[in-house]
């Protein structure tokens, strides 16, 4: 890959990709309120996912969900309740993290942890 931003971008169309393939429906990729971005908003029946993307070439040090710290969920958090403001028809938000590891020469491991944090709650 060219750069990290690069190998970013290759997680989110393998996570969108995944995502589809389960029967959600994509509403919005890399969507912006100010300074904070949601990687991607889909559905499902009536829940509303908010989904982090986390891509990785190796898990030796950490797992790629490990990076989505308390500082990132709340602003993760607070973009969603913007996108709600304008797109009220969901009866539950759900927040999930896909979790992707590429390894070099090998297809790319992915788990897809759904209500992966619930906020305000510390797990």
């Not at 912006?32 to 986390?54: P, S």
């Not at 969920?73 to 969901?90: G, H, R």
């Amino acid at each position: 890959m060219a750069s990290h931003i690069d190998f970013g971008k290759f997680g989110e169309k393998i996570a969108r990709q995944f995502l589809e393939n389960k029967g959600y429906c994509i509403l919005k990729i890399n969507w912006r309120h100010r300074h904070k971005e949601v990687d991607i908003i889909c559905k499902k029946e009536n829940i509303l996912v908010i989904a982090e993307v986390k891509t990785r070439s190796d898990d030796y040090f950490q797992q790629p969900f490990e990076a989505v710290e308390r500082k990132k969920q709340n602003l993760l958090v607070e973009a969603a309740e913007a996108f709600i403001e304008d797109y009220t028809d969901f009866e539950e938000v759900r927040y999930d993290i896909i979790s992707i590891v590429k390894r070099k020469d090998s297809e790319p491991e992915i788990e897809h942890i759904e209500e992966a944090f619930i906020p305000g709650v510390d797990l």
